[in-house]
């Protein structure tokens, strides 16, 4: 069932996992999981929050912008959540995997240089 812009603002203002935003007289955002949809006079605006390396808003692509169409605010914010969340932890495992290499590679280079002090002795 296709939703309106209108539909899917009422939607998420009433759902009760998401938090309301005032931003000033004319512009009201509301957030779910960093997944935003704001009002102000000229209409609505779907976005994404980016915290890694300061704070900073993407505007959604058609495709997830057509899911809350598609599926309705809560579903769609979920759905999107979600993959973008995956992604972090994707990235975050691979730079985790990189750092405990480099970690233990340290450890074991440290651990030589003691083996060999203590042979020296």
Sequence with gaps: MPYTPDELWQQAINCPHASI????????????????INKNGLGYEYKTCHTTGGDY????????IDMFFRLGYLDAAINIATEILQK??????????????LLLKNINKKLCQLKELQQNR
Excluded: M, Q, W
């Design 88 to 101: 972090k932890a994707t990235r975050f495992e691979k730079y985790t995997s990189k750092a405990s290499e």
């Design 57 to 64: 808003y993407d505007k959604l692509s058609p495709t997830h």
């Design 21 to 36: 935003i005032r931003s000033g007289d004319l512009e009201l955002s509301v957030e779910f999981y960093g997944i935003y």
